[in-house]
C-alpha cells in the first residue's frame, strides 16, 4: 500500500463544558490510518461519532490531545485542506451551475476567467454539459450532488470527506449516483472518507469499512471487502457479501439502544 493520506495518533476528544464540568470522551485514543486512493467507509448509528470524526478531520475541531496527520504531516490547522460534501448540497441558489463549481477555484484566488475554463474541462466527466448557466433550481437531486461533488474535487484536496452525499436521493438515482461515483473514483483514484447508514452501499463503495461499536471511540472494527475492482452492483448477491452483511447489520442492531 502506498503512502498515507491521513492518520489518526492517540487522538482524544471532548466538548469543552460552559460551567466548568467535565463532559464525557466521545474519542479516546483512537489510532487508525487512511492509504493513498483508498475508498473507506464509516459506519454506525447516530450519535457514535462519525460526525465529530469528520470535524476532527477538516480542522473544525480540534483533538484534546494525541496528533492527525495529514499526508504524513503533522497540521494543526486542517481548516480548506481535505475536500467535503456534505448531505445537503448547499449550493448557491443565485449563481449557476458554473458559477457554484467554479466557488472553491475564486477562493484560492484563482482569476474568475480560468476557474471558469478548469470547470468548464470537467463539465462533460461530470455529466454536466450543456448546464453550466443554469440555475440549481431547475436541476434534479442527484445532479446537484454531481455539482456538489466536483466543488469539491476543485478543492484541490487528495482526501474528500462525504457525509451521507446521497442519503436524500430516492432508491433508483441513489443507486445510479452509487455507480457513477464508483466510476469516477476507479478513473481519479482521491482517497475518499464515506459515511453512510446504508450497508449495502458501504459494501459495494468500499475498500474497507470501519464500524464504530462504542462509545467513546477508542477502536474502529476494520472490514475489509472481499470484492476485486471494478465491481457491479450484482456483486452484493454473492454469497460472502450476503454473509458480510448480516454479520455487519447484527454489529450495528446490538450498538443501537431502543
Known amino acids: 500500500m502506498s503512502n498515507s493520506t491521513l492518520q ?8 469543552e463544558s460552559k460551567n466548568n464540568d467535565i463532559n464525557p470522551s466521545i474519542i479516546e485514543s483512537l489510532s487508525f490510518t487512511i492509504h493513498s486512493s483508498e475508498f473507506v467507509s464509516i459506519l454506525g448509528p447516530s450519535g457514535s461519532g462519525k460526525t465529530t470524526l469528520f470535524k476532527l478531520i477538516t480542522g473544525l475541531e480540534q483533538p484534546s490531545s494525541g496528533d492527525i496527520l495529514l499526508n504524513g504531516k503533522y497540521m494543526k490547522n486542517r481548516l480548506g485542506c481535505v ?42 466527466e461530470f455529466g454536466l454539459k450543456g448546464l453550466e448557466d443554469e440555475l440549481p433550481s431547475v436541476l434534479s437531486g442527484g445532479m446537484k450532488q454531481r455539482v456538489s461533488f466536483l466543488r469539491s474535487i476543485l478543492s484541490g484536496a487528495n ?20 455507480e457513477w461515483l464508483l466510476n469516477l473514483w476507479e478513473k481519479r ?3 475518499v472518507l464515506f459515511i453512510t447508514h446504508d450497508v ?16 467513546p471511540v477508542r477502536h474502529l472494527k476494520e472490514v475489509p471487502i472481499p470484492l476485486r475492482r471494478p465491481r457491479g452492483i450484482n456483486d452484493l448477491h454473492l454469497p460472502e457479501i ?3 452483511k448480516e454479520d455487519l447489520l447484527n454489529q450495528l442492531r446490538q450498538k443501537v439502544r431502543l
Open 159 to 178: 482526501l474528500l470527506l462525504l457525509d451521507e452525499p446521497f442519503s436524500s436521493l430516492d432508491a433508483i438515482t441513489r443507486l445510479s449516483m452509487q
Open 83 to 124: 475536500g467535503y460534501m456534505p448531505q445537503k448540497d448547499l449550493l448557491l441558489p443565485w449563481r449557476t451551475i458554473l458559477q457554484n463549481a467554479s466557488l472553491p477555484l475564486e477562493l484560492r484566488g484563482v482569476k474568475k476567467k480560468v476557474a471558469y475554463q478548469q470547470v468548464i474541462e470537467l463539465l462533460e
Open 242 to 244: 450476503i454473509k458480510l
Open 8 to 15: 489518526f495518533k492517540k487522538v482524544s476528544f471532548r466538548y
Open 189 to 191: 483514484k482521491t482517497t
Open 200 to 215: 449495502d452501499e458501504a459494501l459495494f463503495l468500499s475498500d474497507r469499512i470501519f464500524v464504530l461499536s462504542e462509545t
